[in-house]
Nanobody, 121 residues
């Protein structure tokens, strides 16, 4: 499956942003999905994920209460609210052809190209 992430940009602290990840595979509903991010000089870190049924979601502590992961047909979204400069990073969507939620980068087989989110103070 090919993943195309979009929606990044430059926003101010406190703003909201919606990231999208479009998948090419018609069987996309059989994939569990995740969002990760990588800030300059740091390792890629987990942000949010859900199982292929969408019934189970999981968020990093930094995302809880502010970010929401969702899916509509072949697109996965990450709605981000109350953004802070600490959220500045390249955001990646990822897919795995397994049912359960996963929080490690090695658990995912497919990756999008990333979309840059910059939050100014």
């Amino acid at each position: 499956v090919q993943l195309q992430a979009s929606g990044g940009g430059l926003v101010q602290a406190g703003d909201s942003l919606r990231l999208s990840c479009a998948a090419s595979d018609r069987t996309f509903s059989l994939y569990a999905m995740g969002w990760f991010r990588q800030a300059p000089g740091k390792e890629r870190e987990f942000v949010a994920a859900f199982s292929w049924s969408g019934g189970n979601t999981y968020y990093a502590d930094s995302a809880k209460g502010r970010f929401t992961i969702s899916r509509d047909k072949n697109t996965v979204y990450l709605d981000m609210n109350s953004l802070t400069p600490e959220d500045t990073a390249v955001y990646y969507c990822a897919a795995r052809r397994r049912a359960g939620v996963a929080v490690t980068t090695s658990s995912y087989e497919y990756w999008g190209q990333g979309t840059l989110v910059t939050v100014s103070s």
